[in-house]
């Protein structure tokens, strides 16, 4: 046996002798590979040959209002950080997804379609290459003329520019004088341990994947533009008046709801610097994207909360809406809410960025310190919208989740604190009814093939409906399962010690499951299994009720938590709840026996939010 491979067998032994959370769960072979190689650790965390690939991007943009091109130059400082020698590189721009020859999961107008990219200058460590990107897709091979070795740099000088699509969704035109421009210049595609480069083009079915990098950015736009953008405005005083300038820095240390700007103030023309352009300039480091919105005649609105409170540290909160833009008038306060909530609560990890920022477009989307939402017309369903994108930067941009093939791994927890912050604004029985009715009704009513795939289906490969189901309600519904299961000081305990392992890295779903396998000091792998792994659904049955013993059946599968409701003859009644721990010995079958033995008239069975496929077999009565 050749030492490499004994090495490798070594390392995997003691690994499953120190811990067999593992063995029990598929693993595809390139993931044990990554273990093998310490790249990932069996206890959940990254090993101790853990690595992952790094950008310093510079960037200076101008975006024309009248023309709608986007054009820029940027500098991309690139580190190889893997053991590989790479012989190209993989630029991706995710927004050729315009292109009348990208593959797309959705049926698009027209008004969608632009000619995409057009590469200007390329070179590659000073070395002039000879690319228009005129053929490129959203991903693209660049056979380097000199290869980058191991643990080394090189710097990529790219001139770009792009015309905004008229049809706004996740980026492009909102009105003739309102852009949100985001995934706007090209970036090296990520390398990593377990797939190499990652060349999966973007569809708009399935979302992204981005390395951490560091971002010095500009943004040129005409006068009476304001630019709201990810990271920190460094020269509030280049481009503000005065006034506007002060109002803006006040706006960082209160919690007082400012308006930056009004509807009079920016049609006089007196909000910006005077300049036929003004550059604006933004910085952000360690994050996975940046993007900005700009406008002439967007209200502004500012504030700030305390996210971390044993450092008193602030996060700036503010919102651009067109003056019809109802919804987000409350904006300010609704996210200082949010923000404050999600810090202490769930997840309980302090805001990690210094802002964000509520654009008001069509996309209903998160960014890196913003979110895009529409006009909802509905002050209590715009909030719960607003909830779910601010917790997106947990997951996935505090975590550098991969969304286009594992997006239950952000979507299904922004779905859950979607869920729990839903409690406290409105009481459980509505966040229950909205849950019921917007997560998990529509898939549980549904019998197709496609509802009943496995979570842990790479995304990519999913349909539509199944896309949705899987990422969403069902991986939701799984990390509600486990908390009840754990009990929230273990389940919080365990989510903690995964994210303060895993932030800033790229977790994939083992490193989920190890990892709360070795915080709860529990073999949770029959659970994962179950939630993960199986085609299960939600759908349990009472079998027989004797001798105050009821008998459950899990007829769909999943290990589900759930009520007892027992009615006596004497018309008095007890809720008993069960935990998922009722079907870890017997996952088709649970026996509880009662402790109050008095005559039983009725018993039904109520999974909550975990709604059943067949309800009606739910209740037994006594004849």
């Not at 994210?499 to 994939?508: C, L, T, V």
């Not at 018993?603 to 004849?623: H, L, Q, Y």
Request: one cysteine or more; proline letters at 4%.
């Amino acid at each position: 046996m050749k030492k490499r491979s004994l090495q490798l067998l070594l390392i995997a032994f003691v690994f499953l002798a120190q811990n067999s959370f593992s063995q029990e769960l598929y693993m595809p072979r390139n993931i044990k590979e990554s273990y093998a190689d310490n790249v990932r650790s069996m206890d959940g965390k990254p090993g101790k040959n853990y690595w992952q690939n790094h950008g310093k991007y510079t960037i200076a943009l101008q975006v024309n209002a009248d023309t709608k091109i986007v054009s820029g130059t940027e500098t991309i400082v690139y580190e190889n950080n893997s053991n590989d020698t790479l012989k190209n590189l993989r630029i991706r721009f995710v927004n050729n997804i315009h292109k009348k020859t990208s593959p797309r999961a959705v049926q698009n107008s027209e008004d969608f379609f632009t000619d995409g990219l057009t590469i200007t200058a390329l070179k590659i460590e000073g070395i002039v290459y000879k690319e228009d990107a005129k053929d490129w897709g959203t991903v693209e091979k660049v056979k380097m003329k000199k290869p980058l070795p191991p643990h080394s740099k090189i710097t990529i000088d790219i001139d770009w520019n792009y015309p905004l699509s008229k049809l706004s969704g996740r980026e492009g035109q909102i009105d003739n004088s309102t852009f949100f421009v985001a995934y706007s210049y090209p970036r090296v595609s990520v390398f990593d341990d377990y797939n190499k480069w990652d060349d999966l083009p973007h569809t708009s079915g399935q979302e992204f994947y981005n390395d951490f990098n560091d971002y010095t950015y500009s943004v040129e736009a005409p006068k009476n533009y304001v630019v709201y953008g990810t990271g920190d405005l460094l020269n509030p005083d280049e481009v503000l008046q005065p006034e506007f300038a002060s109002r803006l820095k006040k706006s960082y240390t209160t919690d007082e709801v400012l308006h930056i700007a009004n509807e009079q103030e920016m049609k006089s023309g007196i909000v910006t610097t005077q300049n036929e352009w003004n550059v604006w300039k933004f910085e952000a480091k360690n994050i996975t994207d940046v993007c900005f919105g700009l406008s002439d005649h967007y209200l502004w609105d500012a504030g700030s909360v305390v996210v971390d409170k044993k450092t008193n540290r602030r996060a700036s909160i503010q919102a651009a809406y067109d003056v019809a833009g109802t919804d987000f008038v409350n904006s300010i306060k609704n996210n200082q809410y949010a923000l404050d909530w999600f810090s202490n609560n769930w997840p309980g990890i302090p805001y990690p960025f210094s802002k964000m920022t509520a654009f008001q477009g069509f996309a209903d989307m998160e960014y890196p310190m913003m979110c895009n939402d529409s006009q909802m017309g509905d002050p209590v369903f715009a909030q719960l919208v607003q909830d779910h994108e601010v917790a997106h930067t947990y997951f996935p941009f505090y975590m550098g989740i991969n969304e286009t093939r594992y997006a239950f791994m952000d979507e299904g927890w922004a779905t859950t604190f979607e869920y729990l912050i839903g409690i406290a604004e409105h009481g459980k029985e509505a966040a229950d009814k909205f849950y019921k009715e917007f997560r998990v009704q529509q898939y549980i009513n549904d019998p197709s093939t496609e509802e009943d795939q496995p979570i842990i289906t790479m995304s990519s490969q999913l349909s539509d409906s199944g896309y949705g189901n899987n990422s969403y309600g069902k991986a939701s519904l799984s990390y509600i399962a486990l908390k009840d299961l754990l009990g929230d000081d273990l389940f919080k305990k365990s989510l903690h010690a995964y994210m303060d392992k895993w932030n800033g890295k790229h977790p994939i779903p083992w490193d989920y499951f190890n990892s709360f396998n070795t915080a709860s000091g529990k073999n949770l792998n029959w659970f994962f299994n179950n939630w993960f792994f199986t085609n299960n659904y939600i759908d349990i049955s009472i079998k027989n009720v004797a001798k105050n013993v009821v008998s459950v059946e899990n007829v769909g599968g999943f290990a589900i938590p759930f009520d007892i409701i027992v009615t006596y003859s004497d018309k008095t009644t007890e809720t008993i709840h069960q935990t998922p721990a009722v079907w870890q010995a017997n996952q088709k079958r649970a026996v509880i026996a009662l402790k109050n033995k008095k005559e039983i008239k009725q018993v039904t069975v109520d999974g909550g939010i975990f709604m059943d496929a067949t309800p009606k077999n739910n209740t037994w009565s006594s004849k």
